[in-house]
């Protein structure tokens, strides 16, 4: 057995891993062409269209509405679909803040299903046991970028007549059965701040294929604005509150360059995680994430999990024994399920002590987060470990990532 590199044995990782540029010349092109515009405006110039119009044809939608980041898309999604005060909105527990906000902002309920434990997504068996009269939107959250068992909701939303947005903030170019995450559910949602796999600073995407829904995301992201009535007064007409979620032209701009990679990008993540899944594969108490069959994961980290009493080692001590051999790892993915954060349990969503949505009248219900738990979610959170994948990673840096793995796997299996 190698000596481990954390008990002064040679480490696996000896050399840098690979790094690039993620912007370049057709990013400087199209925010040249942006500011020869002399707009910035993206009703007045032509990038944030144009993005929008290409997004759409990649991904085979009718519609794609920009937004000014990836929650704002998520807003405008939840918006379209009608979501308001008394309303529940069921998504996952391991997510971003940028899921919640939205369903907050709109006075309605988050309530959170249960994880399958290999695929960390939420699941049709888990959904239906949340679903009340009160339902009115189903948030799917393809966490990594590892498809959910999709057409199983599909028809539960379908039979109870609740609609379905899919966050697929970490799952750019990700498939489900030969489907693109994103345009499968009723609205899909993409972000493009820095730590996604593209980038324009910040910036969403909504995709749609319904005419009227998409009328509806673009208002919703405009203060309610009409501007497809071609008429000034009319445009005007303000039915009802709606933020400003405008995307600028220098974002529209840089995203446009990123589209032009974001396929490539998300091939050699995918690549990337199948290759350390499959050298991983079958070490006792080391368990990586599951792809379901004819789908394919975009992999935005890595996550794996393992057992404590199996491997003989808590993972605290795994974690500093992967960092030791060159590898950076991360023990978990958030600190605890959102349901645990304290906007949350202390029903606190705004400051002044209010408890709306949680204790509205139009809401006429009590819900208690710290009974509601997702026991399958707090073990993903526990047992797991992150690893973070760049596309500039080499072959060689793959190898280096798997090898320590099964290296400090095998030391403390047989110690």
Known sequence: MEKLAIHGGEKTKTDSFGKGKRFGELELKHLKEALDQNTLFYWYGTKVKEMCRKFSEMYGAKHCVA?????????TALGTAGVTVGDEVITSPITDMGTI?????????????????????MTAESI??????????????HLTGNPSDVDPIMELAKSRGIMVIEDCAQAYYAYYKGRLLGTIGDI???SLNDFKHISAGDGGMVLLNNEELYRRALRFTDKNYDRLANDPLTMRKVPFLAPNYR?????GAVALG???RVEDICKRHSQIGDAITKAITGIDGIFPPKTLEGCKSSYWFYLFRMDE????????EFVKALTAEGIPAQAGY????????DILKNHNAYEGGSQCPFECPFYGKKIDYNAERCVNAETILSTSIKIGISQFYTDKDVEDISKAIIKVSKWYLNR
């Open 188 to 190: 899909g949602c993409f």
């Open 258 to 260: 990123q589209l032009e």
């Open 309 to 316: 009493k199996i491997l003989g080692v808590d993972r605290a």
């Open 128 to 141: 239906e046991k949340k679903i009340t009269g009160k339902t009115k939107a189903i948030l799917i959250v």
């Open 67 to 75: 937004t000014s980041s990836g929650t704002a898309a998520i807003h």
């Open 101 to 121: 906000i939205g369903i907050l902002y709109q006075n309605a309920v988050p309530v959170f299903a249960d994880l399958d434990p290999n695929t960390y997504n």
């Open 334 to 341: 958030i600190p605890c399920c959102v349901y645990d954060y």
């Open 247 to 251: 995307m600028t032209e220098l974002q």
